[in-house]
């Protein structure tokens, strides 16, 4: 069986999910559950801080089903990012998942592109690593980084296909080939991706998992779309590993040329 496995823990499911932007919380629950996602990231800030739209979301989903994958979103500073992850560890162990770890790092200081800050995130990742965190660092889709991340000790990187929410797609396709290529490492696709097509796309470059939340939560139809990305990632991740036929310049005939009627 085709497993994705980050620091020692091993999912069936290659598309990640998250929790914001949805209309109510039962249509949040059965686009996930639809999504055949094990994995789904909360913002710690938000649910402390009880944010609108955010009340309840520890108890929103059964966390004996999936795996909370905390998120330092909000945070400007290193050292911001840090203390919410502390938080995110001791929230995950409140829902009972007492040998959690995982942090999904995000350090963002652009209110307007909300582009991930490499020297916050490298210095976060760098602290987190040392106190025992499996970090998961979103960034920018820069192969260098993503090279000294995996040198520090990340479990995963994960490159931005395009803007956080903004649908655009598969913007960074040349420079997420290359981390993928580099990587020992679990490359995860996140951010930008809007339609099924982009998330078969991604995973057909050879990313070993996607995250996927605005694209699902704010279609017209969530459920439907949470079905369709995670039919997607696995059709995706099927073709690459069945292997594409080259490009050619020119025509193939499918039909033998052999044996023909004349």
């Known amino acids: 069986m085709d497993i994705l496995e980050i620091?020692?823990?091993?999912?069936?499911?290659?598309?990640?999910?998250?929790?914001?932007?949805?209309?109510?919380?039962?249509?949040?629950?059965?686009?996930?559950?639809?999504?055949?996602?094990?994995?789904?990231?909360?913002?710690?800030?938000?649910?402390?801080?009880?944010?609108?739209?955010?009340?309840?979301?520890?108890?929103?989903?059964?966390?004996?089903?999936?795996w909370l994958l905390p998120n330092t979103a909000g945070c400007a500073t290193a050292d911001e990012a840090v203390r919410v992850a502390r938080l995110g560890r001791e929230m995950a162990k409140i829902l009972g998942q007492e040998d959690n770890n995982f942090i999904k790092l995000e350090v963002i200081p652009d209110p307007k592109y909300l582009l991930p800050d490499p020297i916050g995130t490298y210095r976060a990742a760098e602290q987190l690593v040392k106190e025992g965190f499996a970090v998961l660092p979103y960034i920018n889709a820069d192969p260098m980084l993503a090279r000294a991340l995996e040198e520090v000790g990340c479990v995963t990187v994960m490159p931005l296909a395009s803007p956080i929410g903004s649908g655009q797609g598969l913007k960074n396709t040349a420079n997420i080939a290359i981390i993928i290529e580099q990587a020992k490492i679990p490359v995860v696709v996140d951010a930008g991706i809007g339609v099924p097509s982009e998330a078969a796309h991604?995973?057909?470059?050879?990313?070993?998992?996607?995250?996927?939340?605005?694209?699902?939560?704010?279609?017209?139809?969530p459920v439907t779309m949470g079905k369709a990305m995670g039919m997607a990632t696995l059709a995706g991740r099927m073709a690459y590993l069945a292997g594409r036929i080259p490009v050619k310049d020119y025509a193939s005939a499918s039909s033998p040329t052999t044996g023909k009627i004349t």
């Open 7 to 66: 620091a020692g823990k091993k999912f069936n499911s290659r598309l990640m999910t998250g929790t914001g932007k949805y209309a109510d919380f039962e249509t949040m629950r059965q686009a996930i559950a639809a999504s055949g996602s094990e994995i789904v990231t909360v913002a710690v800030r938000r649910v402390q801080a009880s944010v609108q739209g955010h009340e309840g979301l520890g108890e929103a989903l059964d966390w004996q089903r999936y």
């Open 202 to 221: 991604a995973m057909e470059l050879g990313a070993d998992a996607l995250l996927i939340n605005t694209a699902i939560a704010q279609a017209h139809d």
